[in-house]
């Protein structure tokens, strides 16, 4: 089977928390947003951190999709996000 390319571009947050101790396995799933592990501490911040960046994105009337690596950054900032360093290797376009 050939898949049709799709040339939509599609952007997605992953947050993952690794300090769990307790053995629970958590996953919360949105719209642009994957978080993954964590204790139950790190992941309701991770959970509050993604929910206020797509408020911020609403009140923008933009999408993930849509904003530069320098707008994404402010973002992230603004809600308390981590973000990784600016000389790390960027991917290929």
């Not at 571009?9 to 769990?20: P, S, V, Y």
């Not at 949105?30 to 139950?40: A, C, D, E, V, Y």
Request: charged content about 40%.
């Amino acid at each position: 089977m050939v898949r049709e390319k799709n040339d939509d571009k599609r952007a997605m947050l992953l947050g993952m928390g690794l300090d769990n101790e307790d053995g629970h396995v958590r996953i919360t799933k949105g719209t642009n947003f994957r978080l993954l592990g964590g204790s139950h501490e790190t992941h309701e911040r991770m959970q509050e951190q993604a929910i206020k960046f797509n408020e911020k994105l609403d009140r923008r009337g933009r999408r993930l999709e849509e904003v530069s690596r320098e707008e994404f950054v402010d973002l992230a900032r603004e809600v308390g996000m981590p973000v990784l360093p600016d000389d790390l290797p960027r991917p290929r376009e």
